[in-house]
């Protein structure tokens, strides 16, 4: 089992900056892939940001591609999640996950939320105008 705790989120200002972080505990040596999705009110879950513990694959939505940094504590088992330059689109519920497969499973499938074997309760970000 993997147990994920994640805080961060907030009401912010459009401009403004959050971090999120997520930090992994239980039988992390199986940790192979990390991703945040974000549900919009009314909306799929869709994928935010994704990446192999490993390094060697990344997904970035494009709407967020140039605003946000991902930023790995390895020895913690935590990510962090910088978001800058806010808009209120940005308003939603974000998760982390992490995905315990063989890695060469997240070659393709990085952004699929089905490809994700557990889940964060969710932290609410909300981007007022």
């Known amino acids: 089992q993997v147990q994920l705790i994640e805080s961060g989120g907030g009401l912010v200002q459009a401009g403004g900056s959050l971090r999120l972080s997520c930090a992994a505990s239980?039988?992390?040596?199986?940790?192979?892939?990390m991703a945040w999705f974000r549900q919009r009110p009314g909306k799929e879950r869709e994928p935010v940001v994704a990446?192999?513990?490993?390094?060697?694959?990344?997904f970035y939505a494009d709407s967020v591609k140039s605003r946000v940094t991902i930023v790995r504590d390895n020895g913690k088992n935590t990510a962090y999640l910088q978001m800058n330059s806010l808009r209120p689109e940005d308003t939603a519920v974000y998760y982390c996950?992490?995905?315990?497969?063989?890695?060469?499973?997240?070659?393709?499938?990085?952004?699929?939320?089905?490809?994700?074997?557990?889940w964060g309760q969710g932290t609410q970000v909300t981007v007022s105008s």
């Open positions: 996950a992490v995905g315990t497969r063989n890695p060469t499973f997240y070659g393709d499938r990085i952004s699929d939320k089905d490809a994700y074997d557990y």
């Open positions: 239980g039988r992390t040596v199986r940790l192979h892939a």
């Open positions: 990446f192999t513990w490993s390094g060697n694959n990344a």
